[in-house]
């Protein structure tokens, strides 16, 4: 099993539109009040809603994996995307940044660098 596609319900298509272009690097195709981005495995829809979708702040959002999170870093800030804070290497192995949509969903990309560590 394999995920096909994520729909995430907004009230600005457009906005939304050219942010997840812009962070996936993907075009996208149009139709009908959704605009669909083809990622790496799969789909995100992005559906026009009248009603503002509610974002629990501590929720996990989109994980990505890629290959190098410090050139992400760097490609995205140059794009314009607001990034808390730098990236950080955590015990467990992987290397991540996270941020947000314009929405508020929680989006993290990541790297993998290394073995966790051990915990005895």
């Not at 394999?2 to 319900?9: A, S």
């Not at 490609?75 to 290497?89: A, F, K, M, W, Y």
């Not at 947000?100 to 989006?107: A, C, E, K």
Request: glycine share 6%.
């Amino acid at each position: 099993m394999r995920l096909k596609c994520f729909n995430l319900p907004t009230m600005d298509v457009p906005k939304m539109r050219d942010f997840y272009q812009t962070v996936l690097k993907a075009s996208c195709r149009e139709f009908c009040g959704r605009c669909e981005i083809d990622a790496d495995n799969f789909t995100l829809v992005l559906t026009a809603t009248k009603i503002p979708p509610v974002v629990h702040p501590e929720s996990c959002g989109m994980e990505f994996l890629v290959e190098d999170v410090d050139d992400e870093y760097r490609r995205l800030l140059e794009s314009g995307v607001t990034i808390d804070s730098p990236p950080v290497t955590y015990p467990w192995g992987f290397r991540a940044i996270g941020f947000r949509d314009p929405d508020g969903n929680h989006i993290d990309f990541v790297q993998q660098v290394g073995a966790p560590a051990d915990d005895n």
